[in-house]
Nanobody, 117 residues
Framework: VQLVESGGGLVQPGGSLRLSCVTS????????MSWHRQAPGKERELVAV????????NYADSVKGRFTITRDNAKNTVYLQMSSLKPEDTAVYYC???????????WGQGTQVTVSS
């Protein structure tokens, strides 16, 4: 089982980034996928979640209207499009997959996003 995030980096306030999480080793289409983030000195928080078929999404209030989660079940990949980035979005972003039937959960290693001028 492997989840590999990419797409993080340094961006100026107001900029955009797209994170990708490529997965392998499990039946991606059966997993609810989500993005979480953890800033220094803070607890990990849920950013966005998408159902296994991609029909429903949900977002943290702090990112609504700015972030969009999508998935491509043919590519076993989940994305997080981030726009209008703010310094408070700075964090390590983690991809998570959860089997909706068993609650088995897997995590990626994280990718750093830094929003700074």
């Amino acid at each position: 089982v492997q989840l590999v995030e990419s797409g993080g980096g340094l961006v100026q306030p107001g900029g955009s980034l797209r994170l990708s999480c490529v997965t392998s080793g499990f039946t991606f289409s059966r997993y609810v996928m989500s993005w979480h983030r953890q800033a220094p000195g803070k607890e990990r928080e849920l950013v966005a979640v998408i159902t296994s078929a991609g029909g429903r999404t949900n977002y943290a209030d702090s990112v609504k209207g700015r972030f969009t989660i999508t998935r491509d079940n043919a590519k076993n990949t989940v994305y997080l499009q981030m726009s209008s980035l703010k310094p408070e979005d700075t964090a390590v972003y983690y991809c998570n997959g959860r089997n909706s039937a068993t609650n088995y959960s897997v995590w990626g290693q994280g990718t750093q996003v830094t929003v700074s001028s």
